[in-house]
Nanobody
Framework: QVQLVESGGGLVQPGGSLRLSCAAS????????MAWHRQSPGKAREMIAS???????VYADSMKGRFTISRDNAKNMVSLQMVELKPEDTAVYYC?????????????WGQGTQVTVST
């Protein structure tokens, strides 16, 4: 199994920046990709970006430009740098990992970290 713990959320003013981090532990070698998702009140969870073990990043079209995903394999961490934040970016941000254990692909979620963009 993989355990994920997010950090870095909080209150930020519109136009500000925030960096989220996610630390992975457990069956690290089974991880194939990691990603960030978010869920705003009353909305479905949506993917922001994913990054493979070799650093190939893919972004949702609506998230391109203000969000940057990065990965530190040595520290088993994935980060999300967010700039020019808007009130509509207010959401719970979740770290996700896709792991392959034997012949089974499994997804793991962190507990989420709240990001609030407000004056």
């Amino acid at each position: 199994q993989v355990q994920l713990v997010e950090s870095g959320g909080g209150l930020v003013q519109p136009g500000g920046s925030l960096r989220l981090s996610c630390a992975a532990s457990g069956s690290i070698l089974s991880i194939r990709a990691m990603a960030w998702h978010r869920q705003s009140p009353g909305k479905a969870r949506e993917m922001i970006a994913s990054i493979s073990n070799d650093g190939n990043a893919v972004y949702a079209d609506s998230m391109k430009g203000r969000f940057t995903i990065s990965r530190d394999n040595a520290k088993n961490m994935v980060s999300l740098q967010m700039v020019e934040l808007k009130p509509e970016d207010t959401a719970v941000y979740y770290c996700y990992s896709r792991a392959v254990e034997g012949d089974v692909s499994r997804g793991y979620w962190g507990q989420g970290t709240q990001v609030t963009v407000s004056t």
